[in-house]
Structures are given as C-alpha cells and as structure tokens.
C-alpha cells in the first residue's frame, strides 16, 4: 500500500511539474457575458475582442511552451445571477476553463465571483462590471478578482464634470433597478450636489416592461433640464427615453456607459440631438492602434470592446510570468504584468510580451485601454465624451 501511494504522489507531483513549467497544450478561457439579456448589442464585439488577443497568442506559439488558447462562451443573461452563476459553473467544473474573462453586468459579476470563482480559486477579470461595491471585494476575493473598466464612482464624477461644462445644474436621474445602475445613480448624485448641482429625483425603473409612461410621469413633475438615464441601451433605458420623447418630457439626456451603442442611434436617431454621453474608453491614440489591429473585423468602437481585449490578455500574460496556467500560481502577477516597471506593451504585441517574460524581463501592459491597475485590481480609467449632433455620436474630448 505504502509503494502504490508512493508512486501515486510521484505520478501527481510529475503532473503539476510538467503544468507549473508550462507544458500543457491547451489553456481554455471562459468569456461569460450576456449574449442574450439588456446589453446584448454589446457583447458579441467585446467577445470578439477578448477572443482575438486569444488567437494572437495562440499564432505566436509562445505562451507556455505553444499552448493552445481556446474560448469557452457562457451567456451571463447580464441580469439573472441564477442563471449566470449556473453557466460559471458549467465553464468551470464541465468546461474546466483556466481563467474567467467577464461578467459584464455588475450584478452577475459578483454572483459570479462569490458562488463560483471563489470557492473554485479561478481567476476572474471582467471587462465591464463597474458597480462601486465591486471595489471591495478585493477583500474577499483571495485575490482573483479583477476588472479592466473604471469603477462607477469615477463615472459619478465625469458625468458630473460633462453637465457642469455645459452650464447644466438641475438634472432628473433613472436608474436601472440592480446594482450597476443604483451603484452609478448614487455615485453621480453625491458628486453633482458636492458641485452645487441639484438632483431633483432619483428614481429606479424595472427592466422589461412595454409602457414607461408612469416612470417619466413622476420624472417629469421633479423636472430638470436634462434627464440622465443609467440604464440599458437594449432594454427599460431606451424605453424610458422613448416615453420621455413621445410625451415631451424631457428632450435631451445624458447617457452613460449602459446606454451607449450602435443601437442607441438606430433607435432615436436625430431625436437625441443636444444630449450628451460618455463611457470607458481608450484615449484618440490607443482607439486608433486598436482599430488598426481589428481592421474592420468588428466595431472595435464599441463599449467595453477594447477592456475585453485588455482583460484577456492579463491573464495570457500572468500566465506566462508565473509560468502556469493555475489560477492560485498566476493570481499574484495580474497586477506585476499591467504595471510598471517594465517594457511597455500595446495592441498587437502579445508576442514581444510573452518572449520578453520567457526571456526573464518585466513588462508594462498598457494595451488598448492605457491599462494601470490600482490597489483594489482595477483599472484607474478614461472616458471618451460624446455630445449628440445630426444622429451621430460626436467625441467631444476624453477625460
């Protein structure tokens, strides 16, 4: 008994030799967002996004002694945290997936996060879950949890600094009725009144209803010269917006992260004239290096596209320092690869990144996004604005 049990930890102790000195063929990653549910316009660029920094380290054959990258997609519904906590689980005990890119909603992230990723030891790295309560959970998360979007309480403070510049002082605020869009109301409402502006109501709206006609009723009695909607582009937002236009309500907006997409100008067009906007995004230079790198492949423009590029590739990259594919081995160089010191890294350099950590040296990841990791493990952020003008969406600067 005593030489099977020998030789039984021996086979084991070879096994994870050969995983710790990067042997394995295959690192599986699991994109989980929601494919179906408010955001879904979104999604499909920002997978594409974190699935094309997969195929440009698997064609480097650099990664691990040539690994394999592979993505494993799991719809997050972005709403019900049932139902994405059962699609991490699938990913994570049937998939047997090295590393989580997503959630994207802030909801199901920290679902996500408490029920599978934690208990399992995966690493977690979302490119879009912006709740300010996600900072945190760094405290207890052993140390998985990461996210290459800003939090909302620096999105409070550029909303507020967007109205403010444009001598708007009294605002009305609907929030989608869940953890990002409460987390975002709360967060812009302290920062506008400390800059001696008025919120004159913050009011909560449930997604999924076909008449938000009581909603805009009892934003319209507050008043206020614009209305900010923190809700979503595909569902109870634009369904606001449509109310507060067709009853004349309110006839310019300002939109934050949620609401901004391809599909906000199809749905309003010119309607949406004088509103305002703004989400994370890259600065002109980095938006430029990322486009030239997706060359028409998808709209790399879109929200949280190039974060989703960013958060795929911190985990290649952490890999690679580390030198494993097990999460609790590569967990602690997440945020050694995304800071300085070290070679710093854009779009298209997965190849160089991944030699020059072979090769024993350091590197800085700035990526698509200008990425800087802060204490909590997320990213510290820009914002591109947007002022509406002839139904298109116009850069007006970056923040």
Same mark, same amino acid.
């Given at each position: 008994?005593?030489?099977?049990?020998?030789?039984?930890t021996?086979?084991?102790?070879?096994?994870?030799?050969?995983?710790?000195?990067?042997?394995?063929?295959?690192?599986?990653l699991?994109?989980?967002?929601?494919?179906?549910?408010?955001?879904?316009?979104?999604?499909?660029?920002?997978?594409?996004g974190?699935e094309m920094?997969?195929?440009?380290?698997t064609?480097?054959?650099?990664?691990?002694?040539?690994?394999?990258?592979?993505?494993v997609?799991?719809?997050?519904?972005?709403?019900?945290?049932?139902?994405?906590?059962?699609?991490?689980?699938?990913?994570?005990?049937?998939?047997?997936v090295d590393?989580?890119?997503?959630?994207?909603?802030?909801?199901?992230?920290?679902?996500?996060?408490q029920?599978?990723?934690?208990?399992?030891?995966?690493?977690?790295?979302s490119?879009?879950?912006?709740?300010?309560?996600?900072s945190?959970?760094?405290?207890?998360?052993?140390?998985?949890?990461?996210?290459?979007?800003?939090?909302?309480?620096?999105?409070?403070?550029?909303?507020t600094?967007?109205l403010?510049?444009?001598?708007?002082?009294?605002?009305?605020?609907t929030?989608?009725?869940?953890?990002?869009?409460?987390?975002?109301?709360?967060?812009?409402?302290?920062?506008?009144?400390?800059?001696?502006?008025?919120?004159?109501?913050?009011?909560?709206?449930?997604?999924?209803?076909?008449?938000y006609?009581?909603?805009?009723?009892?934003l319209?009695?507050?008043?206020?010269?614009?209305?900010?909607?923190?809700?979503?582009?595909?569902?109870g937002?634009?369904?606001?917006?449509?109310?507060?236009?067709?009853?004349?309500?309110?006839?310019?907006?300002?939109f934050?992260?949620?609401?901004i997409?391809?599909?906000?100008?199809?749905?309003?067009?010119?309607?949406?004239d004088?509103?305002?906007?703004?989400?994370?995004?890259?600065?002109?230079?980095l938006?430029?290096?990322?486009?030239?790198?997706?060359?028409?492949?998808?709209?790399?423009?879109?929200?949280f596209?190039?974060?989703?590029?960013?958060?795929?590739?911190?985990?290649?990259?952490?890999?690679?320092?580390?030198?494993?594919?097990?999460?609790?081995?590569?967990?602690?160089? @997440?945020?050694? %690869?995304?800071?300085?010191?070290? =070679?710093?890294? /854009?779009? $298209? !350099?997965? #190849?160089k990144?991944?030699?020059? +950590?072979?090769?024993?040296?350091? @590197?800085?990841? %700035?990526?698509?996004?200008?990425v =800087?990791?802060l /204490?909590? $493990? !997320?990213a #510290?952020?820009?914002y591109?604005? +947007?002022?509406?003008?002839?139904?298109?969406?116009?850069?007006?600067r970056?923040?």
């Amino acid at each position: 008994m005593k030489k099977k049990l020998l030789a039984t930890t021996a086979a084991a102790l070879m096994a994870t030799t050969a995983l710790a000195d990067g042997h394995a063929n295959e690192v599986k990653l699991g994109v989980i967002l929601g494919f179906t549910g408010p955001i879904e316009s979104l999604t499909p660029q920002m997978a594409d996004g974190a699935e094309m920094a997969m195929k440009e380290v698997t064609d480097s054959g650099l990664l691990l002694d040539a690994a394999t990258v592979t993505p494993v997609r799991a719809d997050s519904t972005c709403t019900d945290s049932a139902a994405a906590t059962a699609a991490a689980e699938r990913l994570v005990t049937s998939d047997r997936v090295d590393g989580i890119i997503g959630a994207d909603c802030s909801g199901v992230t920290g679902a996500i996060l408490q029920n599978v990723a934690v208990p399992n030891g995966v690493v977690m790295i979302s490119p879009s879950a912006t709740s300010p309560g996600l900072s945190h959970a760094n405290n207890e998360d052993n140390g998985l949890f990461f996210r290459t979007s800003p939090s909302d309480a620096r999105q409070g403070v550029v909303i507020t600094e967007i109205l403010m510049d444009q001598g708007i002082k009294e605002v009305a605020v609907t929030y989608t009725n869940n953890d990002y869009g409460k987390g975002l109301a709360d967060s812009f409402q302290t920062s506008f009144e400390a800059a001696g502006g008025t919120v004159t109501i913050n009011a909560a709206h449930e997604d999924g209803k076909a008449d938000y006609s009581a909603e805009v009723g009892a934003l319209a009695s507050a008043g206020g010269e614009r209305l900010v909607v923190a809700g979503y582009v595909d569902q109870g937002g634009s369904g606001v917006v449509r109310a507060a236009l067709d009853s004349g309500a309110f006839d310019t907006f300002h939109f934050p992260d949620g609401m901004i997409s391809a599909q906000l100008l199809e749905n309003f067009g010119s309607e949406i004239d004088g509103s305002s906007g703004a989400h994370p995004s890259p600065s002109e230079e980095l938006a430029e290096a990322f486009g030239a790198l997706v060359d028409g492949a998808f709209d790399h423009t879109s929200p949280f596209t190039p974060e989703s590029y960013d958060a795929a590739a911190l985990i290649m990259l952490a890999m690679q320092a580390a030198n494993s594919k097990d999460s609790n081995d590569y967990k602690t160089k @997440v945020m050694d %690869v995304a800071n300085a010191p070290g =070679e710093p890294i /854009g779009v $298209g !350099e997965l #190849a160089k990144a991944l030699q020059i +950590i072979k090769d024993g040296g350091d @590197v800085d990841y %700035v990526g698509a996004t200008g990425v =800087e990791l802060l /204490g909590p $493990g !997320e990213a #510290a952020g820009n914002y591109r604005e +947007i002022n509406f003008e002839g139904g298109e969406d116009k850069t007006a600067r970056f923040r």
